[in-house]
């Protein structure tokens, strides 16, 4: 076995405890699980948009248990502040200097609850921490922990005193996705799973964020075609074309499906990218990017029906 397929079956073997590891709390989300774990091992962050109750909390805290990383919680109101979110200087009557308290963004694992509901001024308190992992606070550039991954939640029921998130903001997210309900035999088994206490208090560190480091490193290394490279651009293009579609996706798009493929094939048991992973994970990583014009959005037209009818449209390299 040579050394890339040693170190190819090693970041498998991380991937699968750390999936062995959610499932042990989340029951019937598998695919979505693997979507999760693929957005992490790149560097990308991740927006659910769901129901309360179907375990988007449960999700971010086992994920943080799982690698041995630091969590914290915001819970997004209207009256929240950037300070709230980046920390704030304090001053030392005793030693009359100003002393820095680090806010709840300093962590490996953030989960930004119900982001919508804070104004837009806060929300882009996110942005640079998310695009660069730093914050600049007072004229200060702090470097937040490495890894730094956000899961994001919004309630697609409850508008009532929400803030709709600006494209920037969108654009930021790795990958977009819904949880949904379970069927009826897993929400059982969910049920019989917390009689006595919750799943949760007996999950443990299955990984080390030295191995996490080490799988982020070797899902580069899955190789991906140049034909493919020029499938995923011309997938994004068209967005820019499509003419229900007021804006179109960015080259980051175009960077992010390569990416999260790279990690989702490697996750599937392949050193290389497919054509279908690419089409399997257009719909969640571009069409949250993508803004509609008027008179689509008042057709009921929706962004994620679009980016599938193109990329049936777009053949597939040969």
């Not at 397929?5 to 062995?20: E, H």
Request: aromatic letters at 8%; proline letters at 5%; a negative charge.
């Amino acid at each position: 076995m040579t050394e890339l397929s040693a170190d190819f079956a090693k970041a498998q073997a991380i991937f699968s405890k750390l999936y062995a590891n959610l499932e042990q709390v989340m029951f019937g989300q598998s695919r979505t699980l693997q979507w999760l774990l693929a957005a992490f091992s790149t560097g990308g962050h991740v927006l659910l948009e769901d129901v309360p109750g179907t375990g988007k909390t449960t999700l971010a805290k086992a994920l943080a248990v799982s690698c041995e990383a630091e969590f914290q919680r915001i819970q997004f109101t209207p009256d929240l502040l950037p300070s709230d979110i980046l920390g704030i200087s304090i001053f030392d009557p005793q030693q009359q200097t100003f002393r820095f308290e680090p806010g709840a963004i300093f962590c490996h694992i953030l989960l930004a609850d119900e982001i919508n509901r804070a104004s837009p001024r806060t929300q882009s308190a996110l942005l640079e921490a998310m695009a660069e992992n730093q914050v600049s606070i007072e004229r200060t550039i702090r470097k937040l922990p490495t890894p730094f991954f956000v899961i994001a939640t919004q309630n697609p029921v409850e508008f009532h005193g929400t803030y709709p998130l600006p494209e920037a903001q969108l654009d930021r997210f790795a990958l977009k996705f819904s949880l949904g309900y379970v069927t009826a035999a897993q929400e059982v088994a969910i049920l019989n799973s917390q009689g006595d206490n919750h799943p949760l208090e007996k999950l443990s560190a299955c990984i080390s964020l030295a191995e996490l480091h080490f799988l982020q490193q070797q899902v580069k290394q899955v190789r991906i075609s140049e034909e493919l490279k020029r499938y995923i651009v011309e997938i994004v293009a068209t967005t820019r074309k499509v003419t229900e579609i007021k804006l179109g996706a960015s080259p980051r798009a175009s960077l992010t499906l390569m990416k999260t493929a790279q990690a989702l094939a490697l996750l599937d048991g392949f050193e290389f990218v497919t054509p279908d992973v690419i089409k399997e994970l257009a719909v969640p990583v571009i069409a949250h990017r993508l803004s509609l014009d008027a008179q689509s959005k008042f057709s009921g037209i929706e962004a994620t029906t679009l980016v599938r009818e193109l990329v049936e449209n777009i053949p597939v390299p040969s």
